[in-house]
């Protein structure tokens, strides 16, 4: 991460400073819940209705979502029946395209019992 600062005139450099602090430490606390959910199994829907479930293996800062292992699966008409998966493997979501991001509980559990 890198920023420049421009320190208006007038202000107090401590009180910049302590805001670049604040801002490194979001930053790395971000970057940590990130990185936690690597390889974690993720269910992300789309806005044209389709649902992709995979490994958790990439984003940028455009919100881009690389699956990997990745299965879709189409928006039912039916309620009671999902239909069969489409097997993707490597997929590319676009961020413009997410409407949400659900992680697999069972995903969660298991590295934090198998520490």
């Given amino acids: 991460m890198r920023s ?4 208006p ?3 107090n450099k401590i ?21 936690n959910l690597l390889n974690k199994s993720m269910r992300i829907r789309m806005t044209d209705g389709r649902t992709l479930v995979g490994l958790f293996l990439c ?5 881009n979502v690389i699956l990997g292992s990745a299965q879709e699966f189409l ?3 039916d309620s009671f029946s999902q239909g069969e998966p489409r097997v993707l493997g490597l ?22 019992h198998g520490l």
Avoid at 4 to 7: L, P, Q
Avoid at 59 to 63: A, E, G, K, S
């Fill in 75 to 77: 928006k039912s008409t």
């Fill in 91 to 112: 997929a590319m979501i676009p961020g413009h395209h997410v409407v949400s991001i659900e992680v697999e509980s069972e995903s969660l559990q298991t590295t934090t």
């Fill in 15 to 35: 009180v910049m400073l302590k805001l670049m602090l604040v801002e490194a430490s979001a930053y790395s606390l971000a970057r940590c819940k990130l990185e």
């Fill in 59 to 63: 984003t940028d800062r455009d919100c």
């Fill in 9 to 11: 005139q007038g202000t």
């Fill in 4 to 7: 420049e600062y421009v320190v």
